[in-house]
């Protein structure tokens, strides 16, 4: 069989405005690292939002093996959204600020690295959500992790430093937020800080929500904080980083396939970190198995 016949067509879809400051030109980075015996490349530059969805559609229609989002989160979330329910896999060369998805798909962080990892090519099956029908990967929250996405979207400033100052910023003038959470036949209702629902294990940055996720279990970890002073928000802090949230008296876990959440004022929410909106009734569904990945899961 010739070389012609055995290459499988791989489709980089570059987001040119993530990742400027990491300094690496991903061009020729594919062009000298890529096993080109394996893989017959092309590159595709996103121009607008929402743009890598429909590159990544149109790919997976075309017959692509593999399109490998080469972005942050946001760039991540688009590209996989256009690949749900297909035979073409994601695969991650990372170039954002939090790198949720890839770290928790232990892919490396550095580009030759995960470069590496594509030309071994392990594929893998994961779970998928939804909230409110936006696709989601790695997390979604109501209530503060929300109003923050809607903050960290009007910021210019990137990056974890940028990140903390807004949790800080936007904590001061924040109170829970009544809801009733409907989780397995129960309902729960509460003055809730933070509702998050996670299919991995952190938002990104290593700061892990539900340490316990598994990305391939076909069950949602819904997180449940309610009202938080200084002293318990810089306890949750720590347990974020140190992965011990998971056993703070201050969280409460509930795992399943479907949750519904009704809230007396409109709340914000996220889909992996991307703002949506305001909303007071909400629906999450996860659905098993739904996409197909490159990653280094055992």
Known sequence: MSQ???RQKVCFILNPKSGTKSGVDVPALIEQGLDMERWEPCLLLTEYAGHATILARQAAEEGTRLVVAV???GTVNEVARGLLNTSTALGILPKGSGN?????????LKLPQALELINKATFHHIDSCAING???????GIGFDGLVSSAFAKSVKRGLTSYVQLVIKEFRAYFAQEATVRVNDRELSSEFFVI?????????NDAF???MADIQDGLLDVCLIRHVGLIQALQL?????????ATSSLAEFHTCATVQVQSKEPQHFHADGEYIGQATEFEVKL???SLEVVAALA
């Open 196 to 204: 998050a629902f996670a299919n991995a294990a952190q938002y990104g």
């Open 71 to 73: 972005g942050g989160d």
């Open 237 to 245: 802090g720590y347990g974020l980083m140190t992965k011990t949230i």
């Open 209 to 211: 929500i539900a340490p």
């Open 4 to 6: 012609s016949q055995t």
């Open 287 to 289: 659905f098993p198995k």
């Open 134 to 140: 936006h696709p989601f990967f790695c997390t979604s």
């Open 100 to 108: 949720g998805l890839a770290r928790h798909l232990k892919i490396p």
